[in-house]
């Protein structure tokens, strides 16, 4: 991967733990902010397999526990980490064709969907956020910048 993209990915990493601490220090997680924590770490699977070329093993929109989402985490991070030692810069031009949940066809750039795929986590940690905080919770920071200023 290019260094941009791995910068990316490892902010990514950072964010989708961050959201899983913020979750696990409140009494009882916010089926809300479950559910949308569980579907932005199912989007990243059902991404990587589009970029690895097979079948996802969940939908993206799973009902998922915090301990279910701790080792889908772990999981998409290890297997982008692969990706990140394996995936060439010419190899992030390559199309891939794939479906979505909705059986529409589509065709994109591997950097495109990688791309892609950290914005979405974005914005869908800030949701998760806002509903940690609206419960009385302690939201974790996950923006780039905190990541950049965490980093050694």
Same mark, same amino acid.
């Given at each position: 991967?290019?260094?941009?993209?791995?910068?990316?990915?490892?902010?990514?990493?950072?964010?989708?733990?961050?959201?899983?601490? *913020? !979750?696990?220090?409140?009494?009882? %997680?916010? #089926?809300? +902010?479950?559910?949308?924590? @569980?579907?932005?770490?199912? /989007? $990243?699977?059902?991404?990587?397999?589009?970029?690895?070329?097979?079948?996802?093993?969940?939908?993206?929109?799973? *009902? !998922?526990?915090?301990?279910?989402? %701790?080792? #889908?985490? +772990?999981?998409?991070?290890? @297997?982008?980490?692969?990706? /990140? $030692?394996?995936?060439?810069?010419?190899?992030?031009?390559?199309?891939?064709?794939?479906?979505?949940?909705?059986?529409?066809?589509?065709?994109?750039?591997?950097?495109?969907?990688?791309?892609?795929?950290?914005?979405?986590?974005?914005?869908?940690?800030?949701?998760?956020?806002?509903?940690?905080?609206?419960?009385?919770?302690?939201?974790?920071?996950?923006?780039?910048?905190?990541?950049?200023?965490?980093?050694?």
């Amino acid at each position: 991967m290019t260094a941009y993209i791995r910068r990316l990915y490892d902010h990514l990493v950072w964010a989708d733990a961050r959201t899983l601490h *913020a !979750l696990r220090a409140m009494h009882a %997680a916010p #089926l809300d +902010a479950l559910r949308l924590y @569980a579907h932005l770490l199912a /989007a $990243e699977h059902v991404w990587l397999a589009r970029v690895e070329d097979h079948e996802p093993e969940m939908p993206v929109w799973p *009902a !998922l526990d915090l301990d279910e989402c %701790a080792a #889908l985490s +772990a999981k998409n991070h290890a @297997a982008f980490a692969v990706l /990140a $030692e394996t995936l060439s810069t010419a190899e992030l031009e390559r199309k891939v064709h794939y479906r979505n949940s909705r059986g529409d066809e589509f065709t994109n750039t591997v950097e495109d969907i990688l791309l892609h795929v950290a914005l979405h986590g974005s914005y869908h940690r800030g949701q998760v956020a806002r509903i940690v905080r609206g419960e009385g919770g302690a939201p974790q920071p996950t923006d780039y910048i905190f990541f950049i200023r965490e980093r050694p």
